[in-house]
T-cell receptor, first 113, second 108 residues
């Protein structure tokens, strides 16, 4: 158990819908990262937050957005969902934005039908 | 950006040694990581190299050559539980870019 929690564990929804994935980092960690893992794309970095502010952006679609709240939990919002958005979404946390070790949560499996 | 290459699959026998190679091209380098991921589970951190040389941690060792853009992960005394995907990742600035992963199958 990494100490990072993610909810929900599974999510099934229809195309065009909007969903919110939630992540709570390890106690004391200030930085949160979101990743998408699909069968054909591997593990892709989406976005990073540090202490409430966006720090780095990867291959995140405009239909996706995220934020980190004052209590340091983070949410990833996915809208206008498409079949291709079906994937495992991982959240990871680290102590600081420069920490080399990231601890991954168990992931949320999103299925878009 | 980053371009990271590693073999797709490797098979080895229990008790043997396997070496997983990773080559990378990057516009910025702040460290190379190896993660282990069992199917359907989260990646778990194995090793980190930022300077050239070998880092040993129990049965796992990782090597880095920055001038060659090359790393390898060495798994010794293979056990059945080592059957998993091994991901090579490179950090540039604050972003961690992952290779597609090498699936290692350990046979009895």
């Amino acid at each position: 158990d990494s100490g990072v929690t993610q909810t929900p564990k599974h999510l099934i929804t229809a195309t065009g819908q909007r969903v919110t994935l939630r992540c709570s980092p390890r106690s004391g960690d200030l930085s949160v990262y979101w990743y998408q893992q699909s069968l054909d794309q591997g593990l892709q970095f989406l976005i990073q937050y540090y202490n409430g502010e966006e720090r780095a952006k990867g291959n995140i679609l405009e239909r996706f957005s995220a934020q980190q709240f004052p209590d340091l939990h983070s949410e990833l919002n996915l809208s206008s969902l498409e079949l291709g958005d079906s994937a495992l979404y991982f959240c990871a946390s680290s102590l600081t934005s420069a920490s080399y070790e990231q601890y991954f949560g168990p992931g949320t499996r999103l299925t878009v039908t | 950006g980053q371009n990271i290459d590693q073999p797709t699959e490797m098979t080895a026998t229990e008790g043997a040694i396997v070496q997983i190679n990773c080559t990378y091209q990057t516009s910025g380098f702040n460290g190379l990581f190896w993660y282990q991921q069992h199917a359907g589970e989260a990646p778990t951190f194995l090793s980190y190299n930022v300077l050239d040389g070998l880092e040993e941690k129990g049965r796992f060792s990782s090597f880095l050559s920055r001038s060659k853009g090359y790393s390898y992960l060495l798994l010794k005394e293979l056990q059945m539980k080592d059957s998993a995907s091994y991901l090579c990742a490179v950090r540039g600035d604050y972003k961690l870019s992952f290779g597609a992963g090498t699936t290692v199958t350990v046979r009895a």
